[in-house]
């Protein structure tokens, strides 16, 4: 069954950033009905409501300024979106940050802001206040969940993190009472203010923190974007996207553990 954009609701985290600006820009190009932009940064949430006005109905697009990594933070952007557009259909888990130096930080961003979104979305507000049949969250995890990259330990952890949250949501012992589709998208090295890591990345054994995006294909976050919502109106509950090098997304398929051949 393929999910419809048009007329319906969204939240974006980190909708002030790169991938979730270009995600807010394709959602409105795609007809979304009213999106709210769901980030800590609030220059930067009413810089791009303000410039997103110019070429959509203003009407359609609100800043709300959050925190996910609070609870009650996050929960007061769901209730504006309900206040503003009657409805809530469509959460992009979307906020992350790298700092292996302050590594508690990056797990409360990139898991507990995640999980946050989880349960206010699958208790409360997608289950209870979609408009049609079916509601869509989007995770945003990365390449570095299944191929885990040197410097960004923790990092990678809690984007593995991500992918086996969304598979366990996407169960039908959860779908069969909330009717939301869970879906987690993987994106290679995209062209945005995050893959500045400069004083963010854990230095080696060898004490380096060299390491550069020197030689990553970079890809924009628009064509991100645009695959991202191919994904959200055709792809099935539980699967993972990798969308990388400016390539179409394709599915990235986990072994089942009971094939394995290995043994000690
Ligand atoms: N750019 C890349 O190469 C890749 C990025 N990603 C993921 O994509 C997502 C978006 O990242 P980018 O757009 O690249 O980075 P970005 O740094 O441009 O945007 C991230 C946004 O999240 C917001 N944010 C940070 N902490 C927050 C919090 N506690 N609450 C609400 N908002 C918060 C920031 O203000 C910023 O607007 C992240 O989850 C990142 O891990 C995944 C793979 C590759
Ligand atoms: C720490 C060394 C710098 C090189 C990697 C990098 O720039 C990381 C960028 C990350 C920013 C957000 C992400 O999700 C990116 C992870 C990229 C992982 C790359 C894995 C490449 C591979 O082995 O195929």
Request: a negative charge; hydrophobic letters at 40%.
């Amino acid at each position: 069954m393929s999910f419809q954009i048009n007329g319906k609701v969204a939240l974006v985290t980190g909708g002030a950033g790169g991938i979730g600006r270009c995600i807010v820009e394709a959602l409105l190009e795609n007809g979304i009905k009213g999106v709210v932009i769901a980030d800590i940064n609030e220059e930067q949430g009413t810089k791009v409501v303000s410039e997103l006005s110019q070429k959509f109905n203003p009407t359609q697009i609100l800043y709300q300024k959050t925190d996910v990594t609070v609870v009650e933070s996050f929960e007061d952007a769901f209730k504006a979106a309900i206040q503003q557009f009657q409805h809530i259909d469509i959460l992009f888990n979307n906020a992350g940050i790298v700092n292996e130096n302050e590594w508690e930080k990056c797990v409360q961003v990139n898991l507990i802001g995640v999980i946050n979104g989880m349960i206010l979305a699958t208790e409360k507000y997608l289950k209870d206040q979609k408009l049609g049949e079916e509601a869509v969250i989007v995770n945003t995890s990365s390449i570095a969940s299944v191929t885990p990259e040197l410097l960004i330990p923790t990092y990678n952890a809690t984007k593995s993190a991500i992918n086996a949250i969304t598979r366990t949501y996407a169960e039908s012992y959860y779908y069969n009472s909330t009717k939301i589709k869970v879906v987690a998208i993987c994106p290679g090295v995209t062209e945005t203010s995050i893959v500045n890591l400069a004083g963010v990345v854990r230095p080696g054994p060898d004490d380096s923190a060299e390491r550069t995006l020197d030689g990553y294909p970079l890809q924009s976050p628009k064509f991100l974007a645009d695959q991202v919502m191919k994904v959200v109106e055709k792809a099935p509950t539980g699967t993972i996207w990798i969308i990388e090098d400016t390539k179409p997304a394709y599915q990235y398929i986990y072994n089942d553990r009971k094939m394995s051949q290995y043994k000690v």
